[in-house]
DNA sequence: CTTGAACTTCCAGTTACTGGAAGCCTTATA
DNA sequence: TATAAGGCTTCCAGTAACTGGAAGTTCAAG
């Protein structure tokens, strides 16, 4: 498929896919026209790249992440270690997230919307402080 | 507080920390030496950066978020929009890292770590692509 | 009173895109 | 079949969000 339909599956813009491809994150082939042609694979590979980002994982982040199942070489030992690390990373970064919402959940259910409320809430969206 | 204390209690970089400064994130105080002085209140609005920023949020968007309580200025029905249109990335965001903990959980305990594992993981990584 | 660490500003470099120009390829309509 | 619109290509420049380093000031310890 051509990149505009990549993007679409992907949620990725034409201009971030190629960008991938220049840093070595994907490796599409290319249609006799000299279009770039995406594989479902690479469609995965772009979507998994979408969220990560997203998420707050860096790019080289992601590199490893798509190397714990891209790559035939590593040892499996490797993988286990590369993901254990990434899982306690995941769940503080869902702690966090957990936190961020509750904070705004009151500020949107305790505070009525007509008026300036006045809740105590910066520590909620700061998290508890060290001191 | 000088800044070394304020980048440790904060997580963040001096460097980072003059940088939010510049683009008027927050404005501490200047010590009669010129050195900035950061007070309790400045070190909140540094770790909520720190945290939403590492969750993915961009700078523009935390700048929204730290309106909501910092701007004394803007209405409670102003408030309660932005509060409840990041309450739905929030979420989108917690589905998707708790989607990508139960793929790594899955990788580090099922494939046992002496061998290449086997397992269909792409669709779990990459998130059920829309087609 | 000196030495080293922490602070200051300023400027340059990096990461991860993002926009725009110039031109080729494809598809729909006259 | 012509032609115009839109998608694709590369390349180069610009932006966002830091990050490193130089050059100088201030502070705290010895």
Known sequence: MNI???????GLPAKTIRYYEDI???????????YRDYSMSDVHRLRFLQRS???????EECR??????????????????????KLVEIDRKLAELTELRNTLRHLVHNCHGDDRP??????GLSGRATQ
Chains 1, 2 share one sequence.
């Open 4 to 10: 505009g339909t990549a993007s679409e599956k992907s």
């Open 24 to 34: 070595g994150l994907l490796r599409p082939d290319r249609a006799g026209n000299g």
């Open 53 to 59: 980002r997203s998420l707050g994982f860096s790019v």
């Open 64 to 85: 490893q992440l798509l190397s714990l199942y891209g790559d035939k070489e590593r040892e499996s030992a490797d993988v286990k270690a590369i993901a254990e690390i």
């Open 118 to 123: 006045d809740c105590p809430i910066i520590d």
